[in-house]
């Protein structure tokens, strides 16, 4: 069934368009039409009248865990359970992502490949959940940050035999740790992990699949190691000097801040262990320094929250919105981030991102006006995924769609 949305706000992200009062008429086919007016409507097409609020692109979150349990110490709670509990978690997760207008999320780490089996699934139309770009295990080093979930190599001979396994597993994209992390005992942070070479093999292999890259970095050697590799998207920087800032602007390297993890952690001392704490201590107020030192030099910026990670919950993006926002982003950056910004990280802007005809009609409706207060986003009234109806808001009784 064809469904129109009348007298609505569009945030198209076409460029900086934003049409009022505006109409979109779509199915699972895609985005059929655009514009101030489309025509007069027929009794094939669902009309829905959305005066009072606004339409955007379906929102993706760039760094996401699927099965990952967002407990106090996650990588203990995965090391003892099977696949079928991670792939139940994700099951739960993405129906969490969709309530919150997230329709779209990039698994940088799950045991067990579960992300794309979990992909396949929802690709087939088994189960209902968000669009999943799937990296399945990252690649570590031995004793690496994350190696519960991972596959560990060692020099470029083992580095490219794990790349190619992921990719013969399915895997869109290749995650790698290149420095240390917080959630991995005995882990200094800052502490370069994979060498330049080893990373260089991964993106090598990445890249003759046509299939991108992401690293976990927090300390300046392994960030700079990892840009000049050759990896698509940086994750966390918390530690960016002025020559990594410079590297990422000449290869157009993506940074995914996740600016939320370290707040939530902190957030609740006595519950998650202390050298997490310790370690979140040390770094956060350099978070932020990286972060506003990107986002004012003109690094692209893709929005993620790490969900998984302790109390991250799926949903939080627009947290995270909201702290990119409080550190210098407008809201409109702020939500271009998380939906064509998002896309155009992974190659993908062709398809999602924005509202403009042909385009996969993965859509969010909200009460309100976002681009004036980002609170807007937090409880969705419509969430439409390839056309379909997948969440309504049962407190907005406007409108009760069928389709």
């Known amino acids: 069934m064809n469904v129109k949305l009348t007298n609505v706000r569009i945030i198209t992200f076409h460029g900086e368009e934003v049409i009022e009062k505006g109409e979109v008429l779509f199915n699972e086919k895609g985005i059929l039409g655009v514009g101030q007016q489309l025509g007069e409507g027929d009794s094939a097409i669902q009309e829905i009248d959305g005066t009072g609020m606004t339409l ?3 929102l993706m979150d760039s760094h996401v865990h699927l099965g990952m349990d967002a407990s106090p110490d996650p990588f203990a709670s995965m090391k003892d359970e099977g ?17 919150a207008g997230i329709t779209s999320v990039r698994n940088l780490g799950t045991r067990y490949n579960v992300d794309i089996s979990y992909r396949n699934s929802v690709s087939s139309g088994a189960i209902v959940g968000p669009r999943v770009f799937a990296a399945g295990r990252p690649i570590v080093m031995t004793g690496g940050h994350g190696h519960v979930m991972a596959i560990e190599a060692d020099g470029c001979d083992e580095v490219r035999k794990a790349a190619r396994t992921q990719l013969k597993a399915g895997a869109d994209l290749l995650k790698v740790m290149a420095t240390g992390g917080v959630l991995t ?40 190691n990892a840009i000049r590799a ?5 994750e966390h920087a918390y530690l960016l000097d002025e020559e990594a800032v410079e590297l990422m602007l000449k290869k157009g390297t993506y940074l995914v801040p996740t600016l939320l993890a370290p707040r939530l952690i902190l957030d609740k001392p006595g519950t998650v262990p202390d050298y997490m704490i310790n370690k979140v201590k040390k770094i956060i107020n350099d978070h932020k320094v990286s972060f506003q030192m990107a986002y ?8 993620g929250t790490d969900a998984g990670t302790p109390f991250n919950v799926p949903g939080l993006l627009v947290d995270e919105l909201a702290l990119m926002i409080e550190y210098g982003m407008t809201s409109f950056e702020a939500i271009y981030s998380a939906t064509l910004g998002a896309a155009r990280a992974i190659k993908m802007e062709r398809e999602l991102g924005s509202i403009q005809k042909g385009k996969i009609a993965d859509l969010v409706v909200v009460k309100g006006n976002p681009l004036e207060d980002i609170e807007c986003l937090r409880e969705p009234v419509y969430v439409f995924a390839n056309g379909r109806l997948v969440h309504q808001n049962t407190s907005h009784k406007k409108e009760e769609l069928t389709v």
């Open 56 to 58: 955007l692109p379906g």
């Open 230 to 234: 050759g990896v698509t998207t940086i």
């Open 185 to 224: 005992k005995g882990n200094e942070p800052g502490a370069t992990q994979f060498s330049e070479e080893e990373l260089r093999c991964v993106c090598q292999e990445a890249e003759n699949a046509s299939k991108t890259t992401a690293a976990h970095t927090i300390g300046t050697e392994g960030i700079k």
């Open 296 to 303: 004012k030099a003109g690094v692209p910026i893709a929005a």
């Open 83 to 99: 696949p079928e509990e991670i792939a139940l978690k994700a099951v739960q997760q993405g129906y969490q992502f969709l309530k």
